[in-house]
T-cell receptor, first 115, second 113 residues
Framework: DAGVTQSPTHLIKTRGQQVTLRCSPK?????VSWYQQALGQGPQFIFQ???????QRGNFPDRFSGHQFPNYSSELNVNALLLGDSALYLC??????????????FGSGTRLTVV | AQSVTQPDIHITVSEGASLELRCNYS??????LFWYVQSPGQGLQLLLK??????LVQGIKGFEAEFKRSQSSFNLRKPSVHWSDAAEYFC???????????FGQGTTLQVKP
């Protein structure tokens, strides 16, 4: 049973460029959430996708956008990269529920370095 | 404001010694509480979670945590630490009607042989 798969594992980009990160959820999960984890910090919620729509969003600028596909996989796009966007980006999948964040499964993350 | 505080940024314990990692939260609603562990370069693994009921919850790898509403705390404990427990530990809080988790800054656990 595959867990959450993220690609690529590492990425180096230049300031001002755009980047796309990908996430395949755990089998049976239909919801994908994205988190940014800066070095030495806890993860911060970016947004959550369910039924191909953004359902919740954290305190991140519009440069951060996402997409969910019919097979539940998801992409995170970041435009006009800043040095401060350097971080580990984590994807978490779950079953959509109105009773709370049950059963999150996290991927190993994509390490983005902006130079 | 909703927040999670882990007062200890770094803790060192000897192998075989007991461990307690502290977590305090500020949350307006009834919280859902979690402890995750992260090894270097890896994602987060769920150790345990509390939603309701018995305030002492058991998790994987011999960890347990106790929810104390009066103290807004959810401390993680383990009676005897193993060298493989060395990692980063995160406490997180969520609400019943949202998938968003708020994480603390994390506590780095070092285990001395």
């Amino acid at each position: 049973d595959a867990g959450v798969t993220q690609s690529p594992t590492h990425l180096i980009k230049t300031r001002g460029q755009q980047v796309t990160l990908r996430c395949s959820p755990k089998s049976g999960h239909d919801t994908v959430s994205w988190y940014q984890q800066a070095l030495g910090q806890g993860p911060q919620f970016i947004f959550q996708y369910y039924e191909e729509e953004e359902r919740q969003r954290g305190n991140f600028p519009d440069r951060f956008s996402g997409h969910q596909f019919p097979n539940y996989s998801s992409e995170l796009n970041v435009n006009a990269l800043l040095l401060g966007d350097s971080a580990l980006y984590l994807c978490a999948s779950s079953l959509y529920s109105e009773t709370g964040p049950h059963g999150y499964t996290f991927g190993s993350g994509t390490r983005l370095t902006v130079v | 404001a909703q927040s999670v505080t882990q007062p200890d940024i770094h803790i060192t314990v000897s192998e075989g010694a007991s461990l307690e990692l502290r977590c305090n939260y500020s949350y307006g609603a009834t919280p859902y509480l979690f402890w995750y562990v992260q090894s270097p370069g890896q994602g987060l693994q769920l150790l345990l979670k509390y939603f309701s009921g018995d305030t002492l919850v058991q998790g994987i790898k011999g960890f347990e945590a106790e929810f104390k509403r009066s103290q807004s705390s959810f401390n993680l404990r383990k009676p005897s630490v193993h060298w493989s427990d060395a990692a980063e530990y995160f406490c997180a809080v969520g609400a019943s009607n949202t998938g968003k988790l708020i994480f603390g800054q994390g506590t780095t656990l070092q285990v001395k042989p």
